[in-house]
T-cell receptor, first 108, second 113 residues
Protein backbone atom coordinates (compact mmCIF):
# COMPACT_ATOMS: atom_id res chain seq x y z
CA UNK A 1 0.00 0.00 0.00
CA UNK A 2 1.15 3.52 -0.81
CA UNK A 3 2.73 5.62 1.91
CA UNK A 4 1.00 8.92 2.64
CA UNK A 5 2.48 12.14 3.99
CA UNK A 6 0.47 14.72 5.92
CA UNK A 7 1.43 17.86 7.83
CA UNK A 8 1.47 17.16 11.57
CA UNK A 9 -0.85 20.01 12.48
CA UNK A 10 -3.07 22.74 11.08
CA UNK A 11 -5.20 25.52 12.50
CA UNK A 12 -8.51 26.80 11.17
CA UNK A 13 -10.92 29.51 12.27
CA UNK A 14 -14.47 28.43 12.99
CA UNK A 15 -16.73 28.91 9.98
CA UNK A 16 -13.86 28.92 7.50
CA UNK A 17 -12.98 26.09 5.14
CA UNK A 18 -10.37 23.64 6.36
CA UNK A 19 -8.19 22.24 3.56
CA UNK A 20 -6.14 19.24 4.65
CA UNK A 21 -3.49 18.06 2.18
CA UNK A 22 -2.15 14.56 1.68
CA UNK A 23 0.72 13.42 -0.49
CA UNK A 24 0.61 9.89 -1.91
CA UNK A 25 3.10 10.08 -4.75
CA UNK A 26 3.63 6.29 -4.92
CA UNK A 27 -0.04 5.41 -5.16
CA UNK A 28 -0.86 2.70 -7.69
CA UNK A 29 -3.78 2.60 -10.07
CA UNK A 30 -6.05 0.39 -7.97
CA UNK A 31 -5.46 2.09 -4.62
CA UNK A 32 -8.21 4.21 -3.19
CA UNK A 33 -7.66 7.27 -0.99
CA UNK A 34 -9.55 7.10 2.29
CA UNK A 35 -9.99 9.75 4.96
CA UNK A 36 -10.83 9.05 8.57
CA UNK A 37 -10.79 11.25 11.64
CA UNK A 38 -10.42 10.60 15.33
CA UNK A 39 -11.95 12.96 17.81
CA UNK A 40 -10.32 12.85 21.24
CA UNK A 41 -11.16 9.69 23.24
CA UNK A 42 -13.29 8.21 20.46
CA UNK A 43 -12.72 5.55 17.83
CA UNK A 44 -11.89 6.71 14.29
CA UNK A 45 -14.74 7.76 12.03
CA UNK A 46 -14.94 7.29 8.27
CA UNK A 47 -15.25 10.52 6.30
CA UNK A 48 -14.93 9.89 2.57
CA UNK A 49 -13.02 7.94 -0.06
CA UNK A 50 -12.21 8.23 -3.75
CA UNK A 51 -10.24 6.68 -6.59
CA UNK A 52 -9.68 9.41 -9.16
CA UNK A 53 -12.80 11.53 -9.34
CA UNK A 54 -13.57 14.26 -6.84
CA UNK A 55 -16.11 13.20 -4.27
CA UNK A 56 -18.51 15.03 -1.97
CA UNK A 57 -20.76 13.87 0.85
CA UNK A 58 -22.50 15.46 3.78
CA UNK A 59 -19.29 15.67 5.76
CA UNK A 60 -16.62 16.78 3.31
CA UNK A 61 -15.26 17.01 -0.20
CA UNK A 62 -12.27 15.13 -1.55
CA UNK A 63 -10.22 16.62 -4.35
CA UNK A 64 -7.74 14.25 -6.03
CA UNK A 65 -5.18 15.63 -8.47
CA UNK A 66 -5.25 14.33 -12.01
CA UNK A 67 -1.99 12.42 -11.54
CA UNK A 68 -3.38 11.04 -8.24
CA UNK A 69 -0.17 11.89 -6.39
CA UNK A 70 -1.94 14.08 -3.88
CA UNK A 71 -5.36 14.93 -2.53
CA UNK A 72 -7.08 17.49 -0.33
CA UNK A 73 -9.87 16.96 2.14
CA UNK A 74 -12.10 20.00 2.43
CA UNK A 75 -14.36 20.72 5.38
CA UNK A 76 -16.34 23.64 3.92
CA UNK A 77 -17.42 25.31 7.18
CA UNK A 78 -15.30 24.04 10.06
CA UNK A 79 -16.82 23.95 13.54
CA UNK A 80 -15.24 23.43 16.93
CA UNK A 81 -16.47 19.84 16.80
CA UNK A 82 -14.25 19.21 13.77
CA UNK A 83 -11.16 19.47 15.98
CA UNK A 84 -9.60 16.01 15.55
CA UNK A 85 -6.74 14.03 14.04
CA UNK A 86 -7.38 13.46 10.33
CA UNK A 87 -5.89 10.41 8.65
CA UNK A 88 -5.28 9.97 4.92
CA UNK A 89 -4.85 6.33 3.86
CA UNK A 90 -4.12 4.84 0.44
CA UNK A 91 -4.75 1.15 -0.03
CA UNK A 92 -6.29 -1.55 -2.13
CA UNK A 93 -8.13 -4.05 0.00
CA UNK A 94 -7.13 -5.62 3.33
CA UNK A 95 -6.53 -3.57 6.41
CA UNK A 96 -6.50 0.17 6.98
CA UNK A 97 -3.04 1.24 8.10
CA UNK A 98 -3.11 4.56 9.91
CA UNK A 99 -0.18 6.97 9.85
CA UNK A 100 0.33 9.90 12.20
CA UNK A 101 -2.31 12.08 10.55
CA UNK A 102 -2.89 15.82 10.81
CA UNK A 103 -4.13 17.35 14.04
CA UNK A 104 -6.68 19.99 13.03
CA UNK A 105 -7.45 22.60 15.65
CA UNK A 106 -10.54 24.71 15.01
CA UNK A 107 -10.80 27.82 17.13
CA UNK A 108 -13.44 30.50 17.58
CA UNK B 1 -26.60 -4.26 17.69
CA UNK B 2 -26.43 -0.81 16.22
CA UNK B 3 -22.66 -0.53 16.33
CA UNK B 4 -19.44 -2.32 17.18
CA UNK B 5 -19.45 -3.30 20.82
CA UNK B 6 -16.31 -3.92 22.85
CA UNK B 7 -16.00 -5.31 26.34
CA UNK B 8 -14.86 -4.61 28.90
CA UNK B 9 -14.60 -0.85 28.43
CA UNK B 10 -11.87 -0.71 31.05
CA UNK B 11 -9.58 -3.41 32.38
CA UNK B 12 -6.90 -3.16 35.04
CA UNK B 13 -4.72 -6.22 35.38
CA UNK B 14 -1.56 -7.19 37.17
CA UNK B 15 1.63 -7.72 35.23
CA UNK B 16 1.96 -11.35 34.19
CA UNK B 17 -1.77 -12.09 34.06
CA UNK B 18 -3.64 -13.04 30.89
CA UNK B 19 -6.46 -10.89 29.56
CA UNK B 20 -9.20 -11.40 26.98
CA UNK B 21 -10.76 -8.53 25.10
CA UNK B 22 -14.00 -9.03 23.23
CA UNK B 23 -15.37 -7.44 20.10
CA UNK B 24 -18.92 -7.84 18.74
CA UNK B 25 -18.99 -6.50 15.18
CA UNK B 26 -21.97 -5.11 13.33
CA UNK B 27 -24.18 -7.96 12.16
CA UNK B 28 -23.35 -8.98 8.61
CA UNK B 29 -19.90 -7.41 8.58
CA UNK B 30 -17.44 -10.01 7.37
CA UNK B 31 -14.26 -7.98 7.92
CA UNK B 32 -12.97 -7.32 11.43
CA UNK B 33 -9.87 -5.41 12.54
CA UNK B 34 -7.97 -4.96 15.80
CA UNK B 35 -5.80 -1.94 16.55
CA UNK B 36 -3.79 -0.74 19.53
CA UNK B 37 -3.42 2.90 20.50
CA UNK B 38 -0.96 3.86 23.22
CA UNK B 39 -1.48 7.16 25.04
CA UNK B 40 -0.79 10.07 22.72
CA UNK B 41 0.16 7.78 19.84
CA UNK B 42 -1.40 6.77 16.54
CA UNK B 43 -3.30 3.58 15.74
CA UNK B 44 -1.16 0.48 15.42
CA UNK B 45 -2.63 -2.28 13.24
CA UNK B 46 -2.67 -5.69 14.93
CA UNK B 47 -4.73 -8.17 12.90
CA UNK B 48 -7.41 -8.41 10.24
CA UNK B 49 -10.07 -11.11 9.83
CA UNK B 50 -12.08 -11.89 6.73
CA UNK B 51 -14.78 -14.21 8.00
CA UNK B 52 -13.06 -16.40 10.58
CA UNK B 53 -9.71 -16.52 8.82
CA UNK B 54 -6.92 -14.06 9.41
CA UNK B 55 -5.12 -13.26 6.14
CA UNK B 56 -3.05 -10.55 7.82
CA UNK B 57 -1.52 -11.14 11.25
CA UNK B 58 1.49 -8.97 10.53
CA UNK B 59 0.81 -6.47 13.27
CA UNK B 60 0.72 -8.79 16.26
CA UNK B 61 3.66 -7.52 18.33
CA UNK B 62 4.70 -10.82 19.89
CA UNK B 63 3.64 -14.40 20.44
CA UNK B 64 1.94 -13.27 23.65
CA UNK B 65 -0.79 -11.82 21.43
CA UNK B 66 -3.37 -13.98 19.69
CA UNK B 67 -6.82 -13.47 18.26
CA UNK B 68 -9.64 -15.62 17.05
CA UNK B 69 -13.00 -15.12 15.51
CA UNK B 70 -16.05 -17.35 15.61
CA UNK B 71 -17.70 -17.47 12.20
CA UNK B 72 -18.48 -13.95 11.12
CA UNK B 73 -19.28 -12.70 14.58
CA UNK B 74 -17.49 -12.16 17.85
CA UNK B 75 -13.72 -11.89 18.05
CA UNK B 76 -11.46 -12.24 21.06
CA UNK B 77 -8.00 -10.72 21.44
CA UNK B 78 -5.94 -12.49 24.07
CA UNK B 79 -2.80 -11.12 25.65
CA UNK B 80 -0.81 -13.59 27.71
CA UNK B 81 1.62 -12.67 30.49
CA UNK B 82 0.76 -8.99 30.20
CA UNK B 83 3.52 -6.40 30.45
CA UNK B 84 3.30 -2.73 31.33
CA UNK B 85 4.01 -1.77 27.72
CA UNK B 86 0.75 -3.54 26.77
CA UNK B 87 -1.16 -0.70 28.46
CA UNK B 88 -3.18 0.99 25.72
CA UNK B 89 -6.63 1.35 24.23
CA UNK B 90 -7.48 -1.64 22.05
CA UNK B 91 -9.86 -0.74 19.25
CA UNK B 92 -11.94 -3.07 17.12
CA UNK B 93 -13.56 -2.20 13.80
CA UNK B 94 -15.76 -4.03 11.33
CA UNK B 95 -16.84 -3.51 7.76
CA UNK B 96 -18.62 -5.22 4.91
CA UNK B 97 -16.20 -7.18 2.77
CA UNK B 98 -14.06 -4.87 0.63
CA UNK B 99 -16.02 -1.86 1.80
CA UNK B 100 -14.14 1.32 2.61
CA UNK B 101 -16.24 2.35 5.59
CA UNK B 102 -15.05 0.63 8.75
CA UNK B 103 -17.00 1.23 11.93
CA UNK B 104 -15.04 1.42 15.16
CA UNK B 105 -16.00 0.50 18.68
CA UNK B 106 -15.22 2.70 21.66
CA UNK B 107 -12.30 0.52 22.64
CA UNK B 108 -11.07 -1.29 25.73
CA UNK B 109 -8.67 0.68 27.91
CA UNK B 110 -6.16 -1.81 29.30
CA UNK B 111 -3.95 -0.82 32.19
CA UNK B 112 -1.24 -3.21 33.35
CA UNK B 113 0.02 -2.46 36.86
Amino acid sequence: DAKTTQPPSMDCAEGRAANLPCNHSTISGNEYVYWYRQIHSQGPQYIIHGLKNNETNEMASLIITEDRKSSTLILPHATLRDTAVYYCIALAGTALIFGKGTTLSVSS
Amino acid sequence: GAGVSQSPSNKVTEKGKDVELRCDPISGHTALYWYRQRLGQGLEFLIYFQGNSAPDKSGLPSDRFSAERTGESVSTLTIQRTQQEDSAVYLCASSLARHPEAFFGQGTRLTVV
